[in-house]
């Protein structure tokens, strides 16, 4: 910073900012919505497989099925969470309200634990949790 | 606008024109499809997961359903047209050179429509076969 000979204030960097939660969130928001980006193709190309037949279906489900599968279809699983909950917040924002930084910085921590217990719900519903499976979907299919 | 000062750089009122980025229109489509998608969002995901629990056969089943089929179709096609919105705000936040920008910002737009015909395409090929 010694270089810096401007007196003028400083516009305050990512740097030299104290790390909020509420940024934290804001950052997440993208980084999931980015993240969903990748997840939405992943959709469409099992779609895909399903209508092009069990040639292009099987390989997929094989991926998709295996441990580094199942753990990046969690990571999504919990990107949406996130992005759903946190888009609900931005709506409300949108409206004016919920700007009292106290109430915000709450709610962000709120979001970011729900939003885990969201995924976690959904995949221990859906029997997705080997040897969990409370609806007994497991052969309901 | 006598007695207010304008804020507008003399480029600015030479050209006489707005922003050309439709920021509004942008805001409120951004928003209308993201009330969407809090609802099909949440039904695609606990149907979806359902569906590929029973193999091959419970996926073209599923698919098969009209209900889910038309379903699909809008939770696909409206999280599409979300991504691409929210990916060209990315876009323009981060990447300031002028010819990158604007070939990832049609890039954004052929993967987007190039995803939703894929999507279509499956949906009704295994809709209207059932």
Same mark, same amino acid.
């Given at each position: 910073m010694?270089?810096?000979?401007?007196?003028?204030?400083?516009?305050?960097?990512?740097s030299? =900012?104290?790390?909020?939660?509420?940024?934290?969130?804001?950052?997440?928001?993208?980084?999931?919505g980015?993240a969903?980006?990748?997840?939405?193709a992943?959709? +469409?190309? =099992?779609l895909?497989?399903?209508?092009?037949?069990?040639?292009?279906?099987?390989?997929l489900?094989? +991926?998709t099925?295996s441990? =580094? /599968?199942?753990?990046?279809?969690?990571?999504?699983?919990?990107?949406?969470?996130?992005? *759903?909950?946190?888009?609900?917040?931005? *709506?409300?924002?949108d409206?004016?309200? /919920?700007?009292?930084p106290?109430f915000?910085?709450?709610?962000?921590?709120?979001? *970011? +634990?729900?939003?885990?217990?969201?995924?976690?719900?959904? =995949? *221990?519903?859906?029997?997705?949790v080997?040897? +969990?499976?409370?609806?007994?979907?497991?052969?309901?299919? | 606008?006598?007695g207010?000062?304008s804020?507008?750089t003399?480029?600015?009122?030479?050209? @006489?024109?707005?922003?050309a980025?439709?920021?509004?229109?942008?805001?409120i489509?951004?928003?209308v499809?993201?009330i969407?998608?809090?609802?099909?969002?949440? #039904?695609?995901?606990?149907?979806?997961?359902?569906?590929?629990?029973?193999?091959?056969?419970?996926?073209?089943? #599923?698919?098969?359903?009209?209900? %889910?089929?038309?379903?699909t179709l809008l939770?696909?096609?409206?999280?599409?047209?979300h991504m691409?919105?929210g990916m060209q705000?990315?876009?323009?936040?981060y !990447?300031?050179k002028? @010819?990158t920008? %604007?070939?990832?910002? !049609?890039?954004n737009?052929?993967?987007?429509?190039?995803?939703?015909?894929?999507?279509?395409y499956?949906?009704?090929? !295994?809709? !209207?076969?059932?």
């Open positions: 010694s270089s810096w000979t401007d007196k003028r204030p400083m516009s305050p960097h990512v030299i =900012w104290k790390w909020h939660i509420t940024m934290a969130g804001s950052i997440l928001h993208r980084a999931t980015c969903n980006y990748v997840g939405a992943v959709i +469409v190309a =099992w895909f497989a399903t209508a092009a037949g069990p040639d292009y279906y099987e390989p489900s094989a +991926v099925g441990i =580094w /599968g199942q753990l990046i279809l969690f990571g999504f699983t919990l990107s949406v969470c996130y992005h *759903l909950l946190s888009g609900l917040r931005h *709506l409300f924002w409206a004016g309200k /919920g700007f009292n106290k915000a910085s709450t709610m962000g921590a709120i979001i *970011l +634990v729900s939003s885990l217990a969201l995924a976690v719900a959904i =995949w *221990l519903l859906a029997g997705l080997p040897g +969990v499976d409370p609806l007994h979907m497991t052969g309901a299919a | 606008m006598a207010k000062e804020i507008r003399p480029l600015g009122k030479v050209r @006489g024109l707005g922003s980025k439709h920021g509004a229109g942008h805001f489509t951004q928003r499809s993201a969407a998608l809090l609802f099909l969002v949440p #039904w695609f995901l606990i149907s979806l997961i359902g569906a590929v629990r029973g193999g091959y056969d419970g996926a073209l089943v #599923w698919v098969a359903d009209p209900i %889910n089929a038309v379903l939770a696909v096609g409206t999280a599409l047209y691409r919105l705000v990315v876009i323009e936040d !990447i300031a002028h @010819g920008r %604007n070939l990832l910002l !049609i890039l737009t052929f993967i987007c429509i190039a995803l939703f015909a894929t999507a279509a499956a949906v009704l090929k !295994i809709a !209207i076969a059932a």
